[in-house]
């Protein structure tokens, strides 16, 4: 009796210690879920639900070990049930159970489900049990075709993902080094960079240096620009008797002149 009490108790040691590890690791993945919801990732989710599976096959095995004695076989009993505060009781059960009272000893050592969750299993197993086979072919086909259906989408999501990884061989360049070596020597030498014409002398293509287009001398060209056929200025700087000009008074061209 006394080396089934202590495989008993040895037993109960290490589910103890399964349990609370699984329960660490649970707690562990809610508070991410509510604090860290914005940076959470799909890798460190997949990580966390890995640890969860592996410490409940830990509890399995521990559970279906030889020398574990068959728990279904026990019966939990209340020894006491009190309404005052039992403080080892809070402190072994973290502080969520202040006392073993009338009202939780039937919640904590139900063996059996609750009468309405029992109500509706017996509801689902009825209806399932009055389905005929042809009805049941046809939900299956029709789970079959969704299911189907959404993986053929994340099969196609998942090749287009692979191809694009695949083409990009490295990050997408952004930058030139020609165009960098032009703005460099550019600001460092001067190289391609064209020198300001001086005022009054003529820069290329006939232009004058006036500082703006079509600015010219007055009665010259429009823009400065010189034609070949016509003739030089003099050296007075006058228009040649060839080019006429035709000047306006102000008042003859005023559109609202009285």
């Given at each position: 009796?006394?080396?089934?009490?202590?495989?008993?108790?040895?037993?109960?040691?290490?589910?103890?210690?399964?349990?609370?590890?699984?329960?660490?690791?649970?707690?562990?993945?809610?508070?991410?879920?509510?604090?860290?919801?914005?940076?959470?990732?799909?890798?460190?989710?997949?990580?966390?639900?890995?640890?969860?599976?592996?410490?409940?096959?830990?509890?399995?095995?521990?559970?279906?070990?030889?020398?574990?004695?068959?728990?279904?076989?026990?019966?939990?009993?209340?020894?006491?049930?009190?309404?005052?505060?039992?403080?080892?009781?809070?402190?072994?059960?973290?502080?969520?159970?202040?006392?073993?009272?009338?009202?939780?000893?039937?919640?904590?050592?139900?063996?059996?489900?609750?009468?309405?969750?029992?109500?509706?299993?017996?509801?689902?197993?009825?209806?399932?049990?009055?389905?005929?086979?042809?009805?049941?072919?046809?939900?299956?086909?029709a789970f079959n075709k969704v299911m189907n259906h959404v993986w053929d989408i994340v099969s196609k999501a998942r090749e287009e993902w692979e191809s694009e990884s695949g083409s990009r061989s490295g990050p997408q360049?952004?930058?030139?080094?020609?165009?960098?070596?032009?703005?460099?020597?550019?600001?460092?030498?001067?190289?391609?960079?064209?020198?300001?014409?001086?005022?009054?002398?003529?820069?290329?293509?006939?232009?004058?240096?006036?500082?703006?287009?079509?600015s010219g001398p007055p009665g010259g060209p429009v823009g400065g620009i010189i034609n070949p056929g016509q003739q030089q200025m003099g050296p007075m700087g006058k228009v040649p008797s060839g080019i006429k000009t035709?000047?306006?008074?102000?008042?003859?061209?005023?559109?609202?002149?009285?």
């Open positions: 009796m006394q080396r089934e009490e202590k495989q008993l108790d040895l037993a109960l040691d290490a589910i103890i210690t399964r349990v609370n590890d699984l329960k660490q690791s649970i707690s562990n993945m809610i508070v991410k879920l509510e604090l860290e919801h914005e940076t959470l990732n799909w890798p460190t989710f997949l990580d966390n639900f890995a640890l969860m599976s592996g410490q409940l096959t830990a509890l399995t095995k521990v559970l279906t070990h030889d020398k574990c004695p068959a728990l279904r076989n026990l019966a939990v009993l209340p020894i006491q049930l009190s309404q005052e505060r039992d403080t080892e009781l809070l402190r072994i059960t973290e502080q969520r159970v202040p006392q073993f009272s009338h009202d939780l000893a039937p919640d904590y050592l139900r063996t059996k489900l609750e009468p309405d969750v029992e109500q509706r299993m017996m509801l689902l197993e009825s209806k399932a049990g009055n389905m005929t086979f042809e009805m049941a072919q046809k939900q299956v086909s360049q952004t930058t030139s080094i020609t165009d960098t070596h032009l703005l460099v020597s550019a600001v460092s030498a001067g190289k391609n960079l064209k020198m300001p014409v001086p005022q009054g002398q003529p820069g290329p293509q006939g232009m004058m240096g006036q500082g703006r287009p079509g035709n000047i306006k008074a102000a008042s003859q061209i005023h559109p609202y002149n009285r």
